[in-house]
């Protein structure tokens, strides 16, 4: 009988409806045990390009009880709805509504098999199609808006146009906004990839603004040891980024150097932040580099030298000691009871030591 439905509304040029009455007719007998039926609908869909977005939602909505039993093959076949939905709006650069319909897919991942005892399958969501496509796309906006970056203050400083920056941070906003509007944004949240695009497009705004602190705050996010979800330790920039996130850094340096005298130092950078740094430029000089895909390798600006970046970095580092100091002489005269961050012998020969 589904056969015939779909047959029928196919002649006469109407897909849709029939595979929706189909979908419909069989969806009391898509369970796991019946594996002719399931294989049948999940072929019908997988094969299907929804026409509409109250198309798709009715399908997704329609599969929902069979993939919450754990099928596997209704699930893929979702995971096809979801992500073509996805693609049509990457043809019409809607690209909120194209992140939309990645985060409905890895939401109905994150129900397959929620009715089995004690369930395996919570990290089923990783695996679909929408979740790769979706750090597949923050990825490539990430890199984008980056090499933006590099590229605008590549310019001798009178020729420095920072409004070329406001159309690849727009889409970078848009993408980081859809998923933090999307009810499934806990699944994903703390995703590197996601994570890495947030602290972008905030390194990106900040140089528009010239919100230096801000800026260097955004660059460490992106370089300093964090503790992914599995509890192993990670950089959420990888090694091939490492020359941007340098250069934006060597420009806050300077900047700072040509601006104030020692008595008065201001630095963007504490000596936390000056340590990742100065491990990363360590990291970035090693031969390790070599080992980093070729395709996807940054390098320090042509007119930032090895040696220019030790200088500006040992001179932020003396920065840090006076200005971090000078805090906390603040404190002792406001009388302060406890002071917070007093950095030891032992935390200073850390700093100065092997980098890793």
């Not at 590229?151 to 070329?164: A, G, K, L, Q």
């Not at 008595?263 to 090693?286: D, E, H, M, P």
């Not at 840090?320 to 000078?326: E, H, P």
């Amino acid at each position: 009988a589904s056969s015939a439905i779909l047959s029928s509304f196919a002649m006469q040029n109407h897909n849709d409806v029939g595979v929706k009455l189909a979908t419909h007719l069989l969806r009391p007998h898509v369970i796991p045990e019946n594996t002719r039926v399931t294989a049948f609908v999940a072929e019908t869909l997988s094969r299907h390009w929804p026409k509409s977005d109250a198309e798709t939602k009715s399908l997704l909505e329609s599969c929902k009880e069979s993939v919450s039993t754990g099928s596997r093959r209704i699930l893929d076949a979702c995971d096809s709805l979801a992500f073509s939905r996805s693609m049509h709006y990457v043809q019409t650069g809607d690209v909120e509504k194209s992140v939309s319909f990645l985060m409905r897919g890895i939401e109905m991942a994150s129900i397959f098999g929620c009715e089995i005892d004690g369930n395996p399958y919570t990290q089923s969501f990783l695996r679909t199609m929408c979740f790769r496509r979706l750090t597949l796309m923050c990825s490539n906006s990430t890199t984008y808006i980056l090499k933006r970056i590099y590229d605008c203050f590549s310019s001798p400083v009178e020729d420095i146009d920072v409004t070329v920056l406001t159309e690849p941070l727009r889409a970078g906003r848009i993408i980081v906004d859809a998923v933090a509007g999307c009810d499934a944004v806990d699944l994903v949240e703390n995703d590197p990839s996601i994570s890495l695009l947030k602290h972008v497009v905030e390194l990106g705004l900040s140089l528009i603004l010239g919100e230096k602190s801000e800026a260097a705050n955004a660059i460490i996010g992106c370089l300093k040891d964090k503790e992914d979800t599995d509890g192993s330790i990670i950089v959420l920039a990888h090694a091939g980024l490492y020359g941007y996130f340098l250069s934006s850094a060597f420009d806050i340096l300077v900047a700072e150097d040509s601006n104030c005298s020692l008595a008065s130092a201001v630095s963007s950078f504490n000596l936390k932040g000056i340590q990742v740094l100065f491990s990363r430029f360590t990291q970035y000089c090693s031969k390790d580099k070599v080992y980093v895909n070729q395709a996807s390798t940054s390098s320090l600006r042509p007119d930032i030298t090895a040696d220019k970046m030790r200088e500006a970095l040992g001179k932020g580092l003396m920065r840090a000691f006076i200005s971090d100091n000078a805090k906390m002489a603040n404190k002792e005269k406001l009388g302060s009871d406890s002071i917070e961050d007093i950095y030891t012998e032992d935390s200073v020969d850390k700093l100065l030591g092997p980098s890793l």
